[in-house]
């Protein structure tokens, strides 16, 4: 052990003094308290822009038509796809082991019939029809043209025996042409 003199700043050996052997290490002194948290330091600067990464996979797609998926010829389809066939109504899902399985079908059953409506207001009255075929002939002039005798002898244009109706095979045919 030596002697030793404070000089105010430090410890220094006094002249003279002859150390001794060193002494066994003492016991550990108990933890001091937790100092003050320092300030963060500036930040550091960007680092470079790292590589593109490698594609994903695609997610699901739902696909439309009107016929079935087979024939609609669809491409690149993958497990989870999905089809919606817009004529009946049929959902279909795509699987690599399967193919296109049919999930379903969103359109219901008809409903059934429904009450007759009550019958709706009179409408206006329409336009006036175009004047008829003039060209028309009347029985008594077809009788007279014919010669058919339907209304006895006539001469002229005036019927003689108007209540002797006769019936011929040439009458009814005439009368089934009117």
Known sequence: MSLKRWTGTEWVVVAGSRPGAQGPAGATGPTGPTGAAGTNGANGATGPTG???????????????????????????????????????????????????IQGNIKGANGATGPTGSAGPVGPTGPAGTTGDTNRINIIEMNQLLNLGLFGATTGSTTTNITNVGLTAGSVLALALL
């Open 51 to 101: 590589a593109a990464g490698v594609a994903g996979t695609r997610g699901s797609k739902i696909y439309t038509g009107n016929s079935t998926p087979e024939a609609a010829g669809l491409t690149n389809v993958l497990e989870g796809d999905n089809y919606f066939r817009v004529s009946n109504g049929d959902y279909f899902a795509y699987s690599v082991l399967s193919g296109w399985v």
